[in-house]
């Protein structure tokens, strides 16, 4: 049995207290590495040449794939992520660079001359994967690279560890018995790997393996299919022997839609999980070993890391693509306030809230200094239905609406103060200057906007109505506004007093 020495003696008071701790974190992440490409369109008709459904390109998607989306949720999540692969010198590769360095993730790779960096490319329509296309890549590593990479791994200062192995040739043999020699610099390793068998020897803290990577050969596997029709009891068992034959300290076996099952040194612990459509799921595992890893090396509980882990994986498959969850959205699901949510995720979150029956109600705005007035509209706009949903202009939005001197609060701000009141459910930011697209995508029940003319001097009215919307607009209490508290503080104490 491996030795789990913590980082940190900390104990959060709250689950949420986490995030916190791990600010800053420096976490060492080796593995497999890919370019993921999503290619999203809308499905207008049907092809006269074949029986094909004729797609319109709406938006592109490059995510860093494999151990890279590990790196990235690790960014996101606080952490200060470096990444040890192999990649080759080829165009996937420099993308592949560009995004690491565009999420905040230290770039170690090896680059490999000749050698192809692999692609998975999906073409979504109507909320379904309708094409993927594989470029090729990974396989045998040259000498040389191997080196390289063992040499990278020597030099690093880290002492959490996160091994992504996915099976594509950037972790050969040479480098899993170095990690298994090297093991003690480690004070937390955490494996995620399709094949566990050639890991058996690494004693890692936590590992992370689908049902149907526990169920691969071997005494553990042999086990996994015999007892996977049965539940999540099933998967406690198989948890507890993959802990005594690999010696961690901490195995959740994730069931998919069906949450996890966590087994610890003195308990295992089962968490649900909300179902996700296939294309919502891609990188759901790597938020979740993320999330697991962090709250872990910072000394928290396995069951309040268990917690914390599927918030995140929650999170991820909120929206579609390659998932990444951010520490202010793992906030958010850990606390109940507000999620902020990417335009893809507000999709299905809107459509799932509709089919049972809820009243979508609509708004947008800049936000900037929040007041009584905004607060007092935002209330109201709630009561008129069931499901709140606040559109904010970015920074450079508000710039473009009221000047160089604009916002005074920077939008993660203004978000997380928006999040922070109960009449609102979910937060998005825009950054053209009219939420025409999100209304389009939205189709709101009810649009809501503040201000004291009728509502058919909304721009938006016209666009709402012809989606099937109702268009209404509330009043702002009267002498509060974001201008009236901007000019009160340039002219000082005594204005601020009468």
């Known amino acids: 049995m491996s030795v789990f020495i913590r980082l940190s ?84 590769g420099e993308r592949l660079a560009a995004r690491l360095a565009a999420d905040r993730v230290e770039d170690r790779m090896v680059r490999v001359p000749g050698r192809a960096t692999p692609v998975k490319r999906r073409l979504l329509a109507g909320g379904q994967i309708v094409a993927r296309e594989d470029e090729a890549g990974g396989g045998p590593l040259p000498p040389a690279a ?30 899993r018995r170095w990690l298994v020699r090297h093991r003690e610099r480690f004070a937390l390793v955490a494996l995620d790997a399709h094949d566990l068998r050639p890991w058996r020897d690494l004693a890692p803290t936590v590992m992370t393996p689908s049902l149907a990577e526990a169920g691969g050969p071997g ?80 000394g928290a509980p396995v069951e309040t890391a268990a917690e914390v882990a599927r918030a995140a994986a929650a999170v991820g498959v909120a929206c579609e693509g390659t998932c990444v969850c951010h520490a202010e959205q793992l906030r958010a699901a850990l606390t109940g306030q507000a999620t902020l949510v990417e335009a893809d995720g507000l999709d299905r ?31 109201q706009a709630r009561e008129l239905g069931d499901v709140l949903v606040v559109a904010v202009n970015s920074d450079a ?32 930011v825009f950054d053209e200057d009219s939420p025409a697209a999100l209304i ?18 909304v721009p938006e009215a016209a666009l709402v109505r012809r989606l099937g919307g109702e268009v209404r607009t509330l009043g702002y209490v009267p002498d509060r506004s974001t201008s009236v508290i901007i000019d009160r503080i340039r002219r000082g104490p005594t204005a601020r007093h009468r």
């Open 9 to 92: 003696t900390w104990k959060p008071a709250r689950v949420e207290d986490s995030i916190e701790a791990w600010g800053g974190l420096p976490v060492l992440v080796v593995g497999d590495v890919l370019v993921d490409e999503w290619r999203f369109a809308d499905a207008d008709r049907i092809s006269r040449e074949a029986p094909a459904p004729v797609l319109t390109l709406r938006r592109r998607q490059l995510s860093a794939g494999g151990a890279g989306n590990a790196a990235v949720n690790l960014a996101a999540l606080g952490a200060r992520p470096a990444l040890a692969a192999v990649a080759g010198v080829d165009p996937a």
């Open 440 to 457: 389009e995508r939205v189709r709101p029940d009810l649009y809501v906007k503040g201000g004291d003319y009728p509502p058919e001097l």
């Open 397 to 428: 939005g508000v710039r473009r609406l009221k000047g160089p001197d604009r916002p005074v609060v920077p939008v993660e701000d203004r978000v997380a103060v928006l999040a922070a009141l109960s009449c609102v459910d979910h937060v998005v």
């Open 146 to 175: 191997v080196d390289d990479l063992i040499a990278t791994l020597e030099r690093a200062p880290e002492r959490v560890l996160v091994v992504a192995d996915y099976g594509l040739g950037g972790l050969p043999e040479p480098v």
């Open 219 to 298: 005494s553990a596997g042999s086990a996994a299919r015999r007892l996977s029709e049965s539940g999540a009891g099933s998967a406690g068992r198989v948890a507890r022997r993959l802990r005594e034959e690999f010696g961690a300290q901490v195995v959740a076996v994730t069931l998919g839609g069906d949450g996890a099952v966590v087994a610890g040194p003195n308990s295992t612990h089962a968490t649900r999980a909300e179902a996700a459509p296939e294309s919502h799921t891609v990188g759901a595992g790597d938020a979740y070993l993320a999330a697991m890893t962090l709250a872990l090396a910072t």
């Open 349 to 379: 979150i809107v459509r799932r809230k509709r089919a049972e029956g809820a009243r979508v109600v609509f708004t947008n705005g800049c936000f900037d200094v929040l007041h009584r007035g905004h607060v007092s509209y935002l209330c």
